[in-house]
């Protein structure tokens, strides 16, 4: 086969829905009836082929996007199957931008659920073309017409029925195909292996001919010429020429078929095969991929066709670590070939990598295979420099492609590890999760001595600490974090501290007199020496200032560190013995802290920028939950349908907050957050803080 002709039957394409639509269920289906398994994988029993994961067969969800490769009727069809919760947004992400189809799950009784109107804005922005499939049309409740009018009216999309339901709920028996106007019923001693193609029923003729009616009318819409044939009479259109005309309107984004059945029950799984072999696109149908030329100062775009005869341009969309295998990464392929063994150039990093084994993916099995070509998903070994998003060129016509944007985490927690042996198991643990995770970032507090974990929700921190555990064989304690407060003050004061210390032999002395005053926020610590007459030799300054830096470090009002305070050595004096750079460290400690706590102190805590995507019905439960965590509304503005609040809100309140807004808003509001400023704490807040700190100190003294 050429590869021009071996391309066009190369479909990639993605499952993507709202948790709990069925979309690992229906994989599971098409790799069982394109002969990729022989037995049936269940999600309920945890035997699911593409849920491979310990976690995810305990939780019956999907976490990481698993890969698959299956043929049917002589197409080639890469399947990446990912999760629905909201936690795990990265995997869509990522996959939505390495694929060129998608199928849309719904489920037929919750219908556009909130997952699934994030999962589908995420497909517009990478532009992706997509087949409906309303699932579970065996359930009570199922209702595909209500779902079909949801898809056009929540997500905006022009849905064209290619099939409507043979009865719903128990008595669900198969579809109608409204191409060729025929029942397809399936039989349930053969697990729906089997049907049979009938006449359509009498009772579903006259729906079927008005839905018929709705697809001719949708799909002429997007050609001139099938418009003119239409006008003249219905029945000239041939079959054919509604297929390619509903194809042509698919690949270009401008129409979404919609299919129904039930995965669960093996009914129109079949025909949902041959609907994305029929309308979804191949490599070749979409426009070259662009990317930017390094070599060039203007970074000029250039182009990759999907062809083995241009240069080799891929992009790396996955890291995950194997416990034998050590390093995975999956890319696709848009022009070229590669072979393994060979050397490839990463261009986002600028260095020359070699390439290992070259693997065909079957969620966590894997074949060997000896080269890749343009159109193409596989993962390499070897690459132990590249990372998500990385662009991998040959080396003489170097690319940089789009990278792939991450939301930054929005939840943090603390863990320690449980013993000296598990610390170093603990930090390459984190660093291998981190590397395959761009929504998971890993810091390490010194204030609080505490490994931060921040990520996307509870529920994706529940799993990177559980991975820990089973992976990486580390036991940690989990805790909150801490919120980093400051210290400062509101008024100046001249203030003078003598330290004498006779013992026997010789004494210390140091005599300082310091002026403190409030800074401008932001401005940090100032020192100015303004001795003068020598009254403190030169030499004893830095003492001063070393002093100083220690205890504003250490803190005073309540140990955390001070912030913005101009701090002026005004006087003083020595003796000419017991003087000595100790001694002027420890009378500058002694009269800072005197000093700050005559300075009205106050605690100062970090204020995060907030914004709220929600829908109109959810604004004024969310403004109340935001006031009532002492937040304050800056504006609220509409956009896309959606309200989008402003607000600035203290970090000690929004802990748990992922939660809350999700269930404040069914799911359906999203929000970003990030660090604005330092701002005052209340009095009343202030005073919790400090006897918290105080508890805090009395375990790690009894502890010692």
Known sequence: ???????????????????????????????????KSHKLGEVHDGTA?????KQEQERGITITAAATTCYWKDYRINIIDTPGHVDFTVEVERSLRVLDGAIAVFCAVGGVEPQSETVWRQSEKYNVPKIAFVNK????????????????????????????????EDNFRGVIDLMDMQAYVYEDDTKGK?????????????????????????????????????????????????????????????????????????????????????????PLDLPPVEGKDPNS??????????????????????????PHMGKLVYFRVYSGKLDAGSYIYNSTKDRKERVGRLLQMHANQRDNIASITSGDIAAVIGLDHTVTGDTLCDEDNPIILEAIEFPAPVMSISVKSSSRADQDKLGKGLSRLAEEDPTFTVQFDEETNETVLSGMGELHLEIIVDRLKTEFGVEATVGKPKVAYRETILSSIEEEYKHIKQTGGRGQYGHVVLELIPNEAGKGFEFDNKVV????????????????????????????????????????????????????KVAAIECFKKGFMKCSPMLLEPSMSLEVTTPEDYVGTIVGNICSRRGKVLGME??????????????????????????????????????????????????????EKKEEKNKENQNK
């Not at 808003?665 to 807040?685: D, L, N, T």
């Open 297 to 322: 100062k203007d970074n000029a775009i250039i182009a990759r066709k999907p062809s083995d005869e241009e240069p080799f341009a891929a992009l790396a969309f996955k890291v995950q670590s194997d």
């Open 137 to 168: 049309m065996d359930r009570t409740g199922a209702d595909f017409f209500s779902v079909l009018a949801e898809i056009e009216k929540e997500l905006g999309a022009n849905a064209i029925p290619l099939q409507i339901p043979i009865g719903s």
């Open 194 to 282: 089997d049907f049979l193609v009938e006449e359509i029923p009498d009772s579903c003729r006259e729906l079927a001919k008005k839905y018929h009616h709705i697809m001719v009318e949708k799909a002429v819409e997007l050609d001139d010429k099938l418009m003119e044939k239409y006008l003249e009479s219905e029945t000239k259109i041939t079959q054919q020429e509604l297929i390619n005309a509903v194809r042509k309107g698919t690949v270009s984004n401008k129409i979404v078929p919609v299919l129904c059945g039930s995965a669960f029950k093996n009914k129109g799984v079949q025909k949902l095969l041959d609907a994305i072999t029929l309308y979804l696109p191949s």
């Open 533 to 584: 007459g020598g009254a403190i030799p030169k030499e004893y300054v830095p003492a001063v200032e070393k002093g100083v830096i220690e205890i504003m470090k250490r803190g005073v009002y309540a140990e955390y560190p001070v912030v913005d305070v101009k701090v002026n050595l005004v006087d003083g004096s020595y003796h000419d013995v017991d003087s000595s750079e100790i001694a002027f």
């Open 49 to 53: 082929t593409m849920d491979w994961m």
């Open 1 to 35: 086969m050429s590869p021009l002709a071996y391309l066009q039957k190369v479909r990639n394409i993605g499952i993507m829905a709202h948790i709990d639509a069925g979309k690992t269920t229906l994989s599971e289906r098409i790799l069982f009836y394109t002969g």
């Open 638 to 691: 509409l956009k896309g349908g959606m309200q989008v609040v402003s607000a600035e809100v203290p970090l000690s309140e929004m802990f748990g907050y992922a939660t809350t807004l999700r269930s404040l808003s069914s799911g359906r509001a999203i929000y970003v957050m990030h660090f604005e400023k330092y701002v005052e704490v209340p009095y009343e807040i202030t005073e919790k803080v400090i006897e």
